[in-house]
Each structure stands twice: as C-alpha cells, then as structure tokens.
C-alpha cells in the first residue's frame, strides 16, 4: 500500500506541471454520418447493389483537457448508428427487396488532439486515436419478392429456386427473414458485443463567448474486429464458404457539431484579458 502510494504521489508531480497548465472542457454533440459495410462477399455478388446510406449519430459528451495550445487528450462517449441497405436485384437489373443492416452502438473513443496554437478565435484541429464500440442492438434482415435472380453459387441456392431456361434462377419470394441479430438464441446467429475501432476527426473551433465554443469536424471511424460473432466467423473460415470473407467491417464517415463549456476561459478571451493586463500594467506604471 505504501509503495503504490509512493508510486501516485510521484506521478502527480510528474505530470502536475502539465495539468496546472491545462484547459478542461466538457461538451455536448449531434451528428450525422454515412456508413458502409465492407464485405468482399456482397459487393461482388451481382445480386445486391449498395446503397449510400446515413443516420444520426443523434447525441454523444465530451470531455477534454488541453495540455498546452496545441495539444490535448479528450474522451467522448457517442450513441449513433450505424449499418447499411442493399438493394437486391434481379437478373434485368430491377429491385426486388432489399438486405439491411441496423445496427446501435454506444462508441467511447480516446483521441489524442493537436491543435492551432494559434490565440484566434477559429482554430483548426486534428485528432486520432482508438475507439470501442458497444453494441445496444442489432439486427440484418433479407426480404425479396419472387424474382428471376443471377446467383452465381449454386452451393447456397435460396429454398424453391430453379433453374431459368433464359439464365438465373426463378427464387420464390421471401418475407421479412432475420439473418443476424443481437437477440438471438442461438450464438452463431448474433453479432459481435464490441469492436475495436480507429477514430479520427479533422475540424475547427469557434470561440462564441468567454467559456463556451463551437465544435465542427469531419469525422470518420473504421473497425478491426469483424461485426460478426466470433463462432460465425469460424464457421466460414472452417468451411470455406462462397461469397464471405473472414471479416466483415464498419466504415462511417460523418459531420458532428457541438457546443463546449471551457472552465477557466477559451483561448482568444484568454489572449485577450493578457493584453488588458500587460496595458493596465503599463499604464499602471
């Protein structure tokens, strides 16, 4: 017990000179973002053709401390969404249904901020950094309509398909069908509980008033973990499926503005109450 008191007492004096100096904040944000899901196996199968789409990363928190003018660590804590639509389409190139992919997480990235160090009231930023993502719920659908379809693995022809004398195969229609989601019973057919992740964000801040400021950036985050469970991932490596690769990814790339309190002044007004002191000082004299 002593010596890991030992040991806290000389961190804080290490890094005391750094935090005396520092700038905290906290903030609150909203978004919006396009998403992707990379997988090899669908964006080659002439079936299902990608669509853009985007969802609200609806409200997330900051918090930050800026060590010096030009760099600083800051933790946020995100609810957004995430996920994609795949048309399916049939051999003439009309859509039938539609694949999709929904999915909610609660994202905590750790960004490693570098700043302007410029006293000016829009300063440029730039951060990156690791980020966890936990996922709320999730869940990927499939629904298509009787339809003349080009499969091109016959190992995984849909129940009731038969051969067209024209080309493709002739599919019944298919309901509203969970492939995955993050309720299922059985493991194989859930999907991952978290993901590794890289976040990284290029923006500017705006000095509105003497402690708070706007936040706009580009931002952007792409997983390393497959979104799959675990056991589905081995299944499709043990069995060499068609048309799946051994991991599924996120990519989400996005627009996020927040307003931030800054504790002990933002930096213009900072700057500024200098020069009143340095002019009273002179005067003074």
């Not at 991932?233 to 996020?256: E, F």
Request: charged letters at 20%; proline letters at 4%; hydrophobic letters at 40%.
């Amino acid at each position: 017990m002593r010596k890991m008191n030992r040991n806290l007492i000389i961190l804080t004096l290490l890094f005391s000179p750094f935090i005396a100096g520092a700038q905290v904040h906290i903030g609150a944000t909203t978004g919006v973002n396009s998403t992707f899901v990379l997988d090899k196996g669908l964006s080659e199968d002439p079936r299902f053709n990608s669509k853009m789409t985007y969802n609200f990363a609806p409200i997330g928190f900051s918090f930050g401390v800026d060590i010096s003018n030009g760099f600083g660590l800051q933790m946020e804590s995100i609810l957004a969404k995430q996920g994609q639509i795949f048309e399916i389409i049939d051999i003439a190139k009309t859509v039938v249904g539609e694949r999709k992919i929904d999915l909610n997480y609660i994202q905590l990235p750790l960004l490693f901020k570098f700043m302007s160090a410029k006293a000016t009231k829009a300063r440029t930023n730039f951060s990156l950094g690791p980020q966890l993502s936990i996922l709320r719920n999730g869940v990927e659908t499939i629904q298509y309509d009787a339809s003349t379809q080009d499969i091109t693995d016959v190992s995984q022809l849909p129940v009731g398909a038969t051969p067209n004398p024209s080309g493709g195969y002739d599919v019944p229609a298919l309901p509203t069908t969970e492939l995955l989601s993050s309720s299922a019973n059985e493991e194989i057919k859930k999907f991952n509980n978290t993901e590794l992740q890289i976040a990284a964000t290029f923006g500017v801040d705006i000095d509105i008033s003497k402690h708070l400021y706007l936040s706009t950036l580009i931002r952007a985050n792409y997983s390393f973990t497959d979104m799959r469970n675990g056991d589905l991932v081995d299944l499709i490596k043990n069995n060499n499926l068609d048309g799946l690769i051994d991991r599924r990814a996120n990519l989400a790339i996005g627009a996020q503005i927040g307003l931030n309190f800054m504790f002990n002044g933002v930096r213009s007004f900072r700057l500024n109450q200098l020069d009143r002191n340095a002019e009273a000082f002179l005067y003074d004299r």
